[in-house]
């Protein structure tokens, strides 16, 4: 069974960076499909973030121009998040799916940006 | 970006009812739009992919049909179980992007 737990700190002071990690399991990273971040803001709007291929290519939404990061380390199967410059703005809940039709879910993790 | 309108945005409905939503996409999506249910505190559910074809372990009194820019999503008989916000995607092209959800309420 294919399984993706995000994990991460669940507040992030304004202008610091926002970093988070999606463990997969039941599926190895590099055998295929992109790898996604996703949020969902507190007003319910949902946004796309970007992706890693299983080849290990990027990319990204637009509207979050050089703020984003996305890594991964295929030894222990997880690929990772890094948001720069974090404002209020950010404050949403995170989740990591699989491919670019979102077949699999993590559960996500809420994250909160305030001083 | 292709901008996906979504409504309504919210549908309050009796057991038994048909309830439809729909998605209209700024341009053509090529069918490739797909439909997820999200109940409070969990992840979103991938109910539909490519307009029409269910997911495995999906009911089948929920359905997709559509074309080109115009595109619906319908539960028939709504059970207590189907009362979640639902969302559509289009995937034709990047940045991907997400309707702005109908919240399902039992009357």
């Known amino acids: 069974e294919i399984q993706l737990q995000e994990s991460g700190p669940g507040l992030v002071k304004p202008s610091q960076s926002l970093s988070l990690t999606c463990s997969v399991t039941g599926y190895t990273i590099t055998s295929g499909y992109d790898w996604s971040w996703i949020r969902k803001f507190p007003g319910n709007k949902m946004e796309w973030m970007g992706y890693i291929s299983y080849s290990g290519s990027t990319n990204y939404n637009p509207s979050l121009k050089s703020r984003i990061s996305i890594t991964r380390d295929t030894s222990k199967n997880q690929f990772f998040l890094q948001l720069n410059s974090v404002t209020t703005e950010d404050t949403a809940t995170y989740y990591c799916?699989?491919?670019?039709?979102?077949?699999?879910w993590g559960q996500g993790v809420m994250v909160t940006v305030s001083s | 970006d292709i901008q996906m309108t979504q409504s309504p945005p919210s549908l309050s409905a009796s057991l038994g009812d048909k309830v439809t939503i729909t998605c209209q996409a700024s341009?053509?999506?090529?069918?490739?739009i797909a439909w997820y249910q999200q109940k409070p505190g969990k992840a979103p559910r991938q109910l539909i992919r490519y307009t029409s074809t269910l997911v495995s372990g999906t009911p089948s009194r929920f359905s997709g049909s559509g074309s080109g820019r115009d595109y619906s999503f319908s539960i028939s008989n709504v059970e207590s179980e189907d009362i979640a916000s639902y969302y559509c995607l289009q995937y034709d092209n990047l940045p991907l992007t997400f309707g702005s959800g109908t919240k399902l309420e039992i009357k």
């Open positions: 341009q053509n999506i090529n069918k490739y």
């Open positions: 799916a699989r491919g670019t039709r979102f077949d699999y």
